[in-house]
C-alpha cells in the first residue's frame, strides 16, 4: 500500500519500540539541526559510527534517522553504501517550505469544494483528537513529541487523501521530498525551548480550523489557513535558529539568512 493511502490507526508499540522510535525522532532532529546550521556542510560523508558516538544513540536508530533524511532531501545515497549530504541553498529551503505551503493551500481549497469521503474526514478527527491528548500534558517529553512528529505527519498525508490520486495529491509528496520541506522537518532545540509546546498547540488549533473549514466547503478559508500554517512553520525555525545562535555566541546561522529574506 502506499503511505500516502495508510489508514490512521492507534499505534501498538511497546514501550521498548516506542523509546526506539524516540531516540530515531531525536537522531533526526539533531541532524537536520547540524546541517542547517552548516555543522554537516553540503557534500560532506556520513560516517556512521561517528555520528552515533557524537549522538550518544544507537546505530539502529541512527540508520533509520539516515534513510528519513534521505526520503526528505537532505542526503544522497552513496553508491558504495552510506550517505553524503546534500548542497542545496538558503533560496532552495525558502522556496521548498512555501511550495508546501502553497500545493497544501490549494490541495485544501479543492478538499473543501469538491468535498472529502466520510472515511477520510473521520480519520482526520481520530488523528486531531490524539494530538490533542499528546498535547495535553503541560511539557512534552522526547517520547511525546515524537509521537506529535508521528501524528502531524499521519495529519499531513490524509490532507493529500482528501483529494484520492489527483494531480496536486501527488505533487504534493514529491514537494516533501525537497530539503526542509516535510511537514517533519523540527530541528532539536525546537523542542527544548519554553515555547516549544505553545509552538504546537498553535499549529494544533490550525489543524482543527482547516478541518472545520473543508467540512463547511470554505475553500477560501482552508487555503488561507494552510499558507498561514507554513508561515508558522518558517516563524517557528527562525526562533529556534535564533535562540541556538544566541546560545553559542554567534551572530547568527546560515538558515538565518534564509529566513529573514521571506
Request: neutral net charge; contains cysteine.
Amino acid at each position: 500500500m502506499n503511505p500516502s493511502e495508510s489508514p490512521v490507526a492507534e499505534p501498538t508499540l511497546g514501550d521498548g519500540a516506542e523509546a526506539g522510535a524516540s531516540q530515531s525522532v531525536k537522531a533526526q532532529l539533531r541532524l537536520r539541526e547540524m546541517i542547517l546550521a552548516g555543522e554537516l556542510p553540503g557534500g560532506a560523508r556520513i560516517a556512521e559510527l561517528a555520528i552515533v558516538e557524537k549522538l550518544g544513540v544507537s546505530r539502529t536508530p541512527i540508520r533509520a534517522a539516515l534513510m528519513r533524511l534521505e526520503q526528505e532531501g537532505l542526503l544522497q545515497r552513496l553508491p558504495g553504501g552510506g550517505y553524503a549530504v546534500r548542497t542545496f541553498s538558503e533560496a532552495d529551503v525558502a522556496d521548498a517550505i512555501a511550495l508546501r505551503g502553497t500545493l497544501e493551500g490549494l490541495a485544501a481549497r479543492l478538499a473543501a469544494e469538491r468535498g472529502v469521503p466520510p472515511a477520510v474526514l473521520a480519520d482526520a478527527h481520530a488523528c486531531l483528537d490524539a494530538i490533542d491528548a499528546t498535547l495535553a500534558p503541560p511539557a512534552l517529553d522526547d517520547q511525546g513529541f515524537a509521537r506529535y512528529v508521528e501524528l502531524n505527519a499521519q495529519f499531513h498525508v490524509l490532507l493529500g487523501r482528501m483529494l484520492g490520486g489527483s494531480v496536486v495529491a501527488r505533487e504534493l509528496e514529491r514537494v516533501k521530498g525537497l530539503p526542509f520541506a516535510s511537514p517533519s522537518a523540527f530541528v532539536l532545540v525546537q523542542t527544548h525551548s519554553p515555547q516549544a509546546r505553545d509552538m504546537l498547540v498553535v499549529a494544533q488549533d490550525q489543524h482543527r480550523q482547516l478541518l472545520d473549514a473543508i467540512e463547511h466547503h470554505e475553500g477560501a478559508r482552508a487555503e488561507a489557513i494552510l499558507r498561514e500554517h507554513s508561515r508558522l512553520a518558517q516563524r517557528n525555525l527562525r526562533a529556534a535558529l535564533s535562540a541556538q545562535a544566541a546560545g553559542q555566541g554567534h551572530a547568527g546561522l546560515p538558515a538565518l539568512t534564509l529566513i529573514r529574506r521571506r
